[in-house]
């Protein structure tokens, strides 16, 4: 089948048809403009569902039954667990049994141990996956493996496309460490406690069918209700839905890397001397070696001058849950939980608000949080010379990751990348990105070992640095030092053939990922 | 204009049309059921609201001005401030000030300090309301003043209308205590606090355009947020938005009547007996002196048996406060504070829990916590040998009461009614009421002074009953009693025009208010 291409708005090459759907190119920064109307899920009647508000089925494929699983389905499951997670792979190997076909898995992201779903992607049990191919089944859908076209959205993109109805969820899976028999369900207690579910609020908004799946049934009501029972047709309860060990497996440790620790203190005394950080700022971190050294560095200026951050974006973790405690941030607005702190803070401070991609990232919203945001700190896997930036593929053209809340974030109000200059003497600074994921006028620092490129748009900030003793340079410069001492990147050799598509905030198509040449 | 009536499942004659719009007659408890989507709000887009998150702007006149405030648009409030509201009344002295006809206002509930809204029903401003049209309000709609046909529905009908697209609101005011700029909003701090603002929910969710008006803004984020700025157009600070003192006029001592205290008496003993009060047990007792009472025998057998109920449903006041405090119940989840130890307690204990028609009352949805509710009390205005209720008119053919969310609560595994027999020699228990508001198949028991009638489908319960000492009479018996004292009651005289109409809690039309005859 031939796939016509155009060029959108950075002058990328993007297929017309995705899946058989017509895709709206990317067109700019807040240039496409939506007309339409938000999915509307079927009218449920109360008649319909039992009056003691008992919706317990026995099993899973019970519910996915019930639920009238079928060829071509759409099923939603969220990565709170991240590689804990036990119950995707089950959802398949039941689809897999009852000979179900052409699945499209549309996880808020995958890992690594999902990588046995391999096999369902090669026997034709899942069709595509939509939401981020990381690690090995990027790999995979890199190779031109998948049947489909993926699909990589930020967050906040997957709860504008189930909100807008480009995504039609048939059957939502919710894993929840507690939920009732009605189906009010939270992730910050029992024994594979993730700390929220933010990230599958819109599946059990808008999907056809919400099954909440949980290894701890409390007594109505469980408390607090991160998803609704409202929402939900049926709960399983099942021995295990997540392993603890493994739910909880981001870096939790600050960076002992110098080079890292260059960077988090350059990022630190940028954002000190740009007049960023003040009584009541907010900021957002994420996680990271060199994402939890800055937020030290910050907690120390706060603490030395008695001032306090208003809020502060989690991903949560230790060192931000200790700041809440010390009284140096007055709120944490968590969309993911990365340690056990993070976890029990939820569950304990008040403070510790649990969040959703409705709140920090749906750009069709009426605003959303991550705009509001003083300073956010992101790495990316390449920059080029225009402050695009890359975090989905290698600059060997593998897919490796999924956007997260990235393309999100960047709307804040100054967007740092603190990125090496090269890594394993590849240049990250080069003139063009494999794959663009968030155009270079939102992205206002880049922060590298060597020296600190402010976007040209941002003369405030220019203005700001001019008389500082900071290594400011050109981002032109910078990519020429990569390049003087590591010589100019090869590019990566692709075929035609596109194998996954990257969505903007806004549901258009910003760029093309290439099923690798080899 | 002839109006075209049928007579639905309960034999009451309704009309085809209302307002225009083709109606459905009531087909009785479980009988319709919804085949279309949920109403879909248009997609917005960040692009168009202030990156900042700063959606202030002057006065709610420009607000309304801004939200397109034209003839004919359906106007939203809701009623937390009770009878301290001082909002509603702005926005149509605005309306008529701009020459602007024909409103249709939908308030949760109405109040008798928006009496003065008359003259707007008077001279064109409000063509109709959708919502409760309470004392001065309901005797101006008996009367057949009010232009278009007024429609009542129930706090869960509110909900079901609003998200069935029955009622499209062009333009919701949302009066909030304490808000951000972002348009995140609570009700339980503040000066004019009332608790929360679950009534507003539906409004924020479906409404075209969004107005919170506030008279204490505080910094991002309003922790917490029941309203969520998301969902928010226009922020306007003003210098009140409530009266204190009248926000919490609620009945809030428990009664010293001997009358009312026998019927608490009966009621409890009834529930005690019936084995309906057992450890983890759920109730909801309204508000109301009776009510109250009923409360405190509950927490005496409570306490002295040592065990405590799972989770009550508010309304809550500060004997339920109490009893959460106290350990006696677990959870209060609760739909509207009725004094200041309700809003306190809503902001202090975590086990306090604000809810909405959404969860709690919503027939439209996945279930709702009503029909899971052990044991409800409500009232009635009259009670007929059928146990069919009323809660909207008078014996003498008067609307003066909004439904609430009576009809919704008459889904509990019990309800009770606790009435006396007759009200100013006027009987309560009679052949017919006035208006149907629920079906007597779901209103399970009535107690009165002089007897206590249990419906003859709960053979469970007259089984149970059958050696008790309390006085087990029949309905009719009750009715002889009441007309062997006051006589048989007459009935009020109308003229064949309808001036209202009571819906069911699936949209369904139940009875018809008509215009007295006077």
Chains 1, 2 share one sequence.
């Not at 010589?487 to 905030?505: H, R, S, Y």
Request: glycine share 10%; charged share 20%; with cysteine.
């Amino acid at each position: 089948m031939p796939v016509n291409f155009v060029k959108n708005a950075l002058q990328r090459l993007v297929p017309v048809k995705v899946n058989g759907v017509t895709q709206v190119p990317y067109r700019g920064v807040g240039k496409y403009k939506p007309t339409g109307r938000k999915y509307a899920p079927k009218i449920a009647s109360c008649a319909d569902f039992p009056a003691d508000g008992n919706k317990t089925v026995p099993t899973l494929k019970d519910a996915l039954i019930r639920a009238g699983l079928s060829d071509g389905m759409v099923i939603s499951t969220h990565h709170h667990f991240r590689n804990g997670d036990l119950v995707s792979i089950q959802i398949f190997d039941i689809a897999h049994e009852l000979g179900i076909k052409n699945l499209v898995w549309v996880p808020s992201a995958s890992f690594e141990c999902q990588a046995v779903l391999i096999k369902y992607l090669e026997d034709g049990t899942i069709h595509h996956i939509e939401g981020s191919m990381n690690g090995s089944l990027g790999r995979f859908t890199s190779q031109g493996k998948m049947k489909g076209t993926g699909i990589l959205r930020s967050h906040g993109g997957r709860y504008q496309a189930i909100q807008d109805g480009e995504i039609k969820i048939d059957i939502a899976v919710i894993a929840a460490p507690t939920a009732d028999a009605f189906g009010n369900a939270t992730g910050d207690r029992g024994p594979a406690a993730c700390g929220l579910l933010g990230f599958a609020l819109a599946d059990s908004q808008y999907a056809g069918k919400v099954i909440v799946v949980t290894d701890n049934l409390v007594p109505f009501p469980c408390i607090p209700w991160q998803i609704q029972g409202n929402n939900v047709d049926y709960v399983v309860v099942v021995a295990q839905v997540g392993i603890p060990e493994k739910i909880v497996s981001g870096t939790t440790e600050i960076t002992k890397s110098p080079d890292r620790l260059l960077l988090a203190e350059l990022t630190s005394r940028f954002c000190d001397e740009a007049g960023i950080i003040y009584d009541g700022f907010s900021f957002q971190a994420g996680a990271g070696g060199t994402a939890l050294s800055i937020g030290i560095y910050f907690a120390g200026i706060l603490r030395e001058r008695g001032m306090k951050a208003r809020w502060a974006r989690g991903g949560s973790n230790k060192y931000l849950v200790k700041m809440l405690e010390d009284g140096l941030v007055e709120y944490i607005l968590d969309g993911q939980t990365f340690d056990l702190d993070g976890v029990r803070s939820m569950r304990e401070n008040n403070g510790h608000v649990n969040t959703s991609p409705f709140t920090s990232y749906n750009y069709h919203g009426k605003g959303n949080f991550a705009s509001m945001v003083d300073v956010v700190i992101l790495g990316a896997t390449e920059v080029d010379v225009n402050f695009n930036a890359n975090v989905v593929t290698h600059s060997d053209g593998t897919l490796l990751h999924g956007i997260g809340g990235w393309q999100n974030c960047i709307f804040s109000k100054c967007t740092i990348l603190p990125v090496p200059l090269f890594r394993d003497r590849i240049p990250v600074i080069r003139n063009e990105v494999t794959t663009i994921c968030g155009p270079g006028e939102l992205i206002d620092v880049i922060v590298t070992e060597r020296g600190i490129a402010i976007n040209p748009l941002r003369t405030d900030l220019i203005e700001k640095m001019k008389n500082s003793k900071l290594p400011i340079k050109t981002i032109q410069q910078l990519k020429d030092e990569a390049e003087s001492i590591c010589g100019i990147p090869e590019k990566p050799k692709f075929t035609g053939k596109p194998v996954a598509i990257v969505k903007w905030v806004d549901g258009t198509v910003i760029d093309t990922i290439w099923q690798l040449a080899e």
